[in-house]
């Protein structure tokens, strides 16, 4: 279900003239909202999220409507404050982004900001897609260190 609604809001924001009079205003709505971009970010996610829910084959029946919206709340309003950052005056980040924008920039200041939002996007985005931090630091160590070559000399030496 939650899919489904995902899927008709998507429709809603790419196709709102074939809509009708709901697909506009949610359209408008979105826009205030979320800003232009996390617009359509915020369907992908709830889509996201139905399929979690449908695929989840390790829940109990009973356990099936505990899922934690927490991380997917975080990642949502953190992209909101991010693109509102991007382009202040363009409302990408909308009304959630602008507003916790503007209250945290008074506590930490505009780099702070930064920060938060975008280490709160890392974070989240690894929570809701399942990634472990352990292999994301690995990969990323493989990419930086350096590798030694070795010296054509030396190998041969070694060979009885």
């Known amino acids: 279900m939650i899919f489904f609604v995902a899927v008709l ?3 809603f924001l790419i196709f709102p003239s074939q809509s009708g009079w709901l697909g506009r ?3 408008m709505g979105f826009y205030i909202v979320f800003g232009r971009v996390v617009s359509y970010i915020f369907p992908v996610i709830v889509g996201w999220l139905g399929i979690k829910l449908i ?3 390790k829940a109990k029946p009973s356990e099936k409507g505990n ?3 927490l991380p997917d ?3 949502i309003w953190a992209l909101c404050t991010f693109f509102y950052l991007i382009a202040t005056q363009s409302n990408f980040g909308g009304c959630i982004g602008k507003y916790t924008a503007a209250g945290i920039e008074k506590i930490i200041g505009n ?3 930064w920060i938060v939002s975008f280490g709160t996007i890392l974070i989240t985005g690894l929570i809701i897609t399942g990634v472990p931090m352990h ?3 690995d990969r990323i160590s493989g990419i930086i260190k350096p590798t030694r070559k070795r010296n054509g000399n030396i190998a041969a030496a070694a060979q009885p």
């Open 111 to 113: 780099f702070g900001v």
């Open 135 to 137: 292999a994301v630091i």
């Open 55 to 57: 695929l989840h084959k």
């Open 67 to 69: 899922y934690h919206l």
């Open 73 to 75: 709340v975080l990642f």
């Open 9 to 11: 809001l998507l429709w």
């Open 25 to 27: 205003n949610v359209q």
